[in-house]
């Protein structure tokens, strides 16, 4: 069964950065395949943060375009998720999400209903 294992987060001031990281065991990146990160804060609905096909396309939420990058290492199976620039607002549980084979085989998607399997989540906590 895929298992999907988030780490990196932690608490950070305003303007700085982290690295989070995620491995889903028994999932392989092919170019129909797709992994993404997204965020929930209390009380809100979950949102889509940065998505990633096989290809290196890639899919941004307009709030972290040009701070965040998402990446995936084939050798190692490790989707990241470069923070930089941080704010309060980005303050949020993020989990990471892997869809089923063919999803993304036309575009990248960074909506909850596309990806079936989930991490637990990591706490990102920005303060000012």
């Known amino acids: 069964q895929v298992q999907v294992v988030e780490s990196g987060g932690g608490s950070v001031q305003a303007g700085g950065s982290l690295r989070l990281s995620c491995v889903a065991s028994k999932y392989t990146m092919f170019h129909d395949a797709c992994m993404a990160w997204f965020l929930q804060a209390p009380g809100k609905e979950r949102e889509g943060v940065a998505a990633?096909?096989?290809?290196?396309?890639?899919k941004y939420a307009d709030s972290v375009k040009g701070r965040f990058t998402v990446s995936h290492s084939n050798a190692d199976n490790t989707l990241t998720l470069q923070m930089s620039g941080l704010r309060p607002e980005d303050t949020a549980m993020y989990y990471c999400?892997?869809?089923?084979?063919?999803?993304?085989?036309?575009?990248?998607?960074?909506?909850?209903?596309?990806?079936?399997?989930w991490g637990q989540g990591t706490q990102v906590t920005v303060s000012p």
């Open positions: 999400a892997a869809a089923r084979y063919g999803t993304c085989s036309h575009e990248v998607f960074l909506d909850t209903s596309k990806y079936t399997y």
């Open positions: 990633i096909d096989g290809f290196g396309n890639t």
